[in-house]
């Protein structure tokens, strides 16, 4: 026997300071460093304002991050916003690529660090008098570094959780003023007319200068997204998430608009133009620039600044790759090993490993890192404007009850900031083609392992997920209907109970159906006798729909046939689930008329027999068959969740097996049955596999120990839909037996065929 335990919730331990160290670890030092030649080369002194717009743009993407995240303070970013809003199939093509996006990021400022690291190394070998060996400079020696630096913040992050890299960024931000300071005295010595005079022209390109060179640079802004991938590791995260936010990009801007400045107006030599001097030497013209007003000492700075920014953002896109990998093996979309944490720790420790392995082979296979960091940057945008999107849907959809941090003048704000990130998607996707080939064959891959290796169990997750939280059903815009045709008085408030399982509240709706047929006898009274017993049934019905506050209505129709009236309003309304109450099963002739139905109807299917006056809420104890197929696994998974929702229960899963199956397959089995239980069930589940030659034998005696029984039946087309162990059960058992039917295209098919 195999029991599974809830696991333990992740330890939120990272407070206020952490959250924003992490933020400026990836945002300040190397996309500037990087990227500013680029951008004065491309507009020339309007590079300031291009930054300054940019950061306007993240300002009003972070608002959308913040409100996002504090409403839903969980690992995983984007996705975890993508899953929340849309649907688990759209959140995996979302992590994936984000996924991507931060392990190219992470490449390409580890290969930062170490050609930093080797250009330093070289100079003080020439400095001492020496010839810096051909090697240092090469592939070789480069990809060594660069490994040397994921491998041990690797180490570190699989062993501290959270803020690592605070000394990196506490030093590069040290340095950055340093710097900044150093460019302000040589500026009081500078004549206004000269500093006037590198000003101009300001638009060296004109306003599509000035468009390139943001499109060019934005990136150097990312990295509050990052917090939010973290989310479900902070402390307080209503209040802390949206200040380390603020927080990191108001200290970036800070850092970045006065040293563009300095670097116009006293790093250019006089008589050049900052144009020219970025375009001559963009990857180096911030050291460069830096020399010219300090020196020798000014070279050492940037390279000490960018050894640190390197470092500080190559550990904080590892970490956040790492929570993306474990948000969605939380949710199946990948391999579930992945979503285990260390005891001691509560860190994802395989999560961390295999992030660090995939960073390392990217490492050693793509030749042109350049394309791939161009890739990242076209997704981090595209992620971006996504989450301006994702954050309208939730802002309208769940009203006042949204969060209770929220962004002014809604939805003008989340508009503007989703409309100019795609915008720059776009331009980037133009401006690098092979960014947009890299992310569409990295996205066809990742699809292509979904739907043939997560899709089946991510469904079922999600199925429970969805039935344990209702407000994931209104955040997704659905208003699933059920159907409950009414027939019998004495069961009316056990269908409503069971509809209000299956109906999620606030957002459900329950469709109370009663069938009359024409022609019927009289009452003493003047009233057709099928519309006295309808009327009976629904006072007892909408009694006990009122009690629970149910969303329900009713309808009334006059049909022939009983049976497929039922398949035809449940058809025409659309219902996801219709809900069947019989008392006698094992009557061939309401058998077959149930199995026409079930046969017929668009909808999932939940057939309740049980003895009249027995009522769902005295099911403790639920016994849940399990075969080979997974057929019924999500619709399973919706029930039970829907079940425990009201109340906590005790969950047998149930398998039997020939008796001549050995013991180390029986084995096998049960962990396996284990794994289904913990994915379709919340909590408290257990496990057993028994070999028995006589099935219906062990079926019986475990059904009789048990106050509900939860049996799928198939629609294929090849067997009884209700067939002799659902018959078997249906006698033996002392309480009630739910029969579930799956409605999967397949089945569709062989249906209508």
Not at 83 to 98: E, H, N, P, T
């Amino acid at each position: 026997m195999a029991t599974s335990t809830t696991p333990q919730p992740r330890r939120r331990t990272i407070g206020l300071a952490g959250a924003t160290f992490i933020g400026l670890g990836a945002i300040v030092g190397g996309g500037i460093l990087a990227l500013a030649g680029t951008a004065f080369g491309e507009t020339g002194p309007s590079a300031l304002l291009a930054f300054l717009l940019n950061g306007v743009i993240a300002f009003l993407t972070a608002l959308a991050y913040a409100e996002m995240s504090s409403a839903f303070p969980e690992n995983g970013g984007s996705y975890a916003f993508t899953k929340k809003v849309i649907s688990v199939q759209a959140a995996f093509g979302v992590g994936w690529i984000l996924l991507f996006a931060s392990l190219a990021a992470g490449v390409l400022y580890a290969l930062g660090f170490a050609a930093y690291a080797t250009e330093a190394a070289a100079a003080l070998i020439e400095l001492g008098g020496g010839t810096a060996p051909i090697w240092l400079r090469g592939r070789t020696a480069l990809v060594a570094a660069a490994g040397l630096a994921i491998l041990s913040y690797t180490m570190l992050l699989a062993r501290k959780q959270g803020g690592t890299g605070t000394a990196e960024t506490i030093g590069k931000l040290v340095v950055f003023a340093t710097i900044i300071l150093g460019g302000v005295i040589a500026l009081a010595d500078d004549p206004e007319t000269a500093t006037a005079c590198k000003l101009t022209p300001f638009f060296a390109n004109g306003p599509l200068g000035l468009v390139a060179a943001m499109g060019y640079t934005f990136i150097a802004l990312q990295g509050f997204d990052i917090i939010a991938a973290v989310a479900g590791e902070v402390r307080d995260p209503e209040r802390t998430l949206p200040r380390a936010m603020m927080y990191s990009l108001g200290v970036a801007m800070v850092v970045y608009l006065p040293l563009l400045f300095v670097i116009i107006t006293v790093g250019v030599q006089a008589g050049a133009r900052v144009t020219e001097m970025g375009r001559t030497r963009p990857e180096t013209m911030v050291a460069d620039a830096v020399a010219n007003f300090m020196g020798p000492t000014g070279f050492w700075l940037v390279m000490v600044a960018a050894l640190l920014s390197m470092l500080s953002a190559l550990v904080a896109n590892l970490l956040a790759a790492s929570r993306v990998v474990f948000a969605m093996a939380s949710d199946r979309t990948l391999p579930r090993i992945f979503a285990v944490t260390s005891p001691a720790t509560g860190i994802p420790v395989r999560a961390v490993l295999v992030s660090a392995l995939i960073m390392s082979l990217i490492l050693l296979v793509v030749p042109d890192v350049g394309s791939a960091g161009a890739a990242a940057s076209l997704i981090f945008l595209i992620s971006f404007a996504l989450t301006h999107l994702t954050n309208i849907m939730a802002r309208r959809r769940m009203g006042p009850d949204f969060g209770s941090f929220r962004a002014p003048w809604f939805p003008v704000l989340q508009t503007i900031g989703g409309v100019c990130c795609a915008g720059l998607a776009v331009f980037q996707s133009i401006a690098v083609p092979a960014a947009g080939s890299i992310a569409a064959v990295w996205l066809l891959g990742g699809f292509v392992l979904y739907f043939t290796r997560f899709a089946d169990r991510a469904t079922v997750v999600d199925a429970r997920t969805e039935a344990l939280d209702p407000d994931l059903v209104r955040l997704r815009g659905r208003e699933p209907l059920v159907l409950v045709p009414m027939a019998d008085p004495r069961r009316a408030r056990t269908m409503v109970e069971l509809a209000d399982t299956l109906a999620p509240p606030r957002v459900g709706r329950v469709l109370l159906l009663s069938v009359l047929r024409p022609g019927a006898e009289w009452t003493s009274d003047g009233v057709p006798q099928t519309l006295a017993v309808s009327q009976d049934v629904m006072r007892e019905a909408i009694g006990e729909a009122v009690r629970r506050k149910v969303s329900m209505s009713s309808l009334t129709t006059i049909a022939d046939e009983p049976w497929n009236e039922i398949a035809r309003v449940a058809d025409t309304r659309r219902a996801e689930a219709l809900l069947l109450g019989l008392s006698h099963i094992d009557d061939d002739a309401v058998r077959l008329h149930v199995e026409r139905v079930i046969a017929k109807v668009e909808a999932d299917v939940v057939v309740l027999g049980s003895p009249p006056g027995w009522r769902l809420g005295q099911a403790r104890r639920i016994l849940v068959l399990v075969a080979g197929g997974g057929s019924q696994d999500r619709l399973r998974a919706r029930v039970l969740g829907g079940l425990c929702r009201a109340a906590p229960r005790d969950i047998t899963f149930l398998r039997v097996v020939p008796a001549s199956t050995s013991e180390r397959a029986r084995a096998r089995l049960e962990h396996r049955v284990l794994r289904a239980a913990e994915e379709e069930a919340p909590s408290g589940t257990v496990a057993r596999v028994v070999a028995a030659d006589d099935f219906l034998s062990v079926v019986a005696e475990y059904a009789a120990e048990n106050d509900l029984v939860v049996v799928g039946t198939r629609r294929d087309g090849r067997q009884r839909i209700i067939g002799d162990v659902a018959l078997r059960i249906a006698k033996t058992t002392r309480g009630g037996i739910l029969l579930i039917s799956h409605r999967s295209p397949a089945s569709a098919f062989t249906s209508h065929s």
